[in-house]
């Protein structure tokens, strides 16, 4: 799966030239062909990190340019051959600035270097501050803003207000902005974002916990929330607010990878994860939500999914199967597109974020870096298993260090080679 989703990946980057002047590096997003979307390259950054986070500090700078007047930032930077700007139909202004500040930590974190987060800490307090805009409730969710990338979703999960998946984003993206703060000696913005996270923490756990999972969203009334294709107002309940969803701890993973404490419940995470994988369930993997009536999936969603729940001590690995399984019914029988990532209403194809795929191997090991403090975490999700710790690669010797885990009487014994 790694292989084959890295041949989707490399064939949809662009590196080119540019009159003596810098770079410029992009990748489109399969069939879609926007440049340098954001929130693929979320996912895609796995990529970066483990291999060429050079590469990921040149599209970080890059996307600098192309910060919107307001505070947020763009979908994307251009389509086909174009690279003037953004070309999606509608903003998804939170989860686009949450990305954005989470991509910068877990790249300083795997880097060990503060140049780039230093040179661009103005940008970042304003995307930081246009987050906190998004809440006109005072309990942490962002209520403004709220469409998000899930685009053949139902309603809950593609647009509502104060969805969960959002408000954990949020969460994470003040907590590596506290962080970022703190070593900025910055006391106002600190307080800033221990505050938003104790009101999101408050609110995740008094309104969207439900027993054994969180709620997709919270507002369950439609006032107010218009369909952002249609424009058209949504009438009376919105529904499947109440359903189990693959997406509310999505936003921790970068935090997880890089032994950033994230202060929220972990029993509630790995219980939540648990019963929505259980009833999202379909034969290839997890649909968007249980009562997402599209029955739309997303292979590379799952993946982060099941990296996400290793780092919380679940695994759920071994669900790539579904995954390949899609991906040669796909190219043999189905559509086809090499790496697919959705079935035929969405249907995209040749598509990058398959990459994401990557992310196992760190996921295995319970491999966590920061660079920054100096520390390295494993803790592996099952054992035994061997894992190439590949921040640590010395490309130009050609010498990867590699993590041995077996159990001896009972104990995990670990050897480094």
């Known amino acids: 799966l790694i292989a084959f989703s890295l041949q989707s990946f490399l064939s949809n980057s662009w590196w080119m030239r540019n009159d003596g002047n810098d ?12 440049h340098s979307t954001i929130d693929v390259e979320y996912n895609a950054s796995l990529f970066y990190l483990l291999l060429w986070p050079e590469l990921l500090e040149r599209t970080i700078r890059q996307w600098t340019r192309y910060e919107k007047e307001g505070g947020n930032m763009s979908h994307d930077i251009g389509k086909f051959l174009v690279g003037k700007g953004m070309e999606y139909g509608h903003e998804m202004e939170i989860e686009e600035n949450g990305n954005f500040i989470l991509l910068v930590h877990a790249l ?14 103005p940008q970042l307090l304003r995307l930081i501050r246009y987050i906190e805009g998004s809440d006109t409730t005072g309990n942490g969710f962002p209520n403004k803003g709220t469409a998000n990338t899930i685009d053949d979703a139902g309603a809950a999960v593609q647009y509502a207000k104060e969805q969960t998946y959002l408000g954990v984003k949020a969460y994470a993206a003040y ?3 506290r962080l970022c703060a703190e070593r900025m000696k910055d006391a106002d913005t600190v307080r800033l974002c221990e505050t938003k996270m104790g009101l999101i923490r408050d609110t995740l756990e008094q309104s969207a916990w439900l027993g054994d999972h969180y709620a997709v969203c919270i507002q369950t009334a439609a006032d107010g929330v218009k369909d952002v294709w249609t424009g058209q107002q949504m009438e009376g309940e919105i529904p499947g607010w109440d359903a189990y969803s693959i997406y509310p701890s999505n936003g921790l993973l970068y ?15 790995r219980t939540d994860l648990t019963h929505a994988t259980a009833q999202s369930m379909t034969r290839y993997g997890c649909k968007h939500s249980s009562k997402d009536t599209t029955g739309n999936l997303w292979i590379s969603q799952n993946l982060w999914k099941d990296f996400t729940a290793a780092y919380l001590g679940l695994d759920m690995l071994g669900l790539s199967d579904n995954y390949w399984d899609y991906e040669l019914y796909e190219n043999a029988q189905g559509i086809g597109g090499c790496f697919v990532d959705a079935p035929p209403t969405a249907h995209l194809n040749y598509y990058p974020r398959g990459v994401v795929s990557l992310g196992a191997i760190n996921a295995l090991g319970g491999v966590q870096v920061d ?3 100096r520390v ?6 099952r054992v035994p298993c061997r894992v190439p710790l590949l921040s640590f690669a010395d490309w ?4 990867v ?5 077996r159990l001896e009487q009972g104990q995990v014994v670990f050897e480094l080679e």
């Not at 130009?396 to 010498?399: A, D, I």
Request: with cysteine; proline share 5%.
């Open 396 to 399: 130009k010797e050609g010498v």
């Open 108 to 121: 300083e974190k795997f880097t060990g270097r503060t140049e780039l987060t230093d040179s661009i800490y």
């Open 371 to 373: 660079k920054v403090r």
């Open 23 to 34: 770079d410029w590096f992009t990748v489109w997003e399969g069939n879609c062909a926007y």
């Open 175 to 177: 907590q590596a902005m």
């Open 255 to 269: 935090l997880l990878m890089t032994a950033t404490e994230t202060g929220l419940n972990p029993d509630r995470l």
């Open 401 to 405: 260090p590699w993590a041995t885990f």
């Open 376 to 381: 390295v975490h494993l803790n592996p999700v």
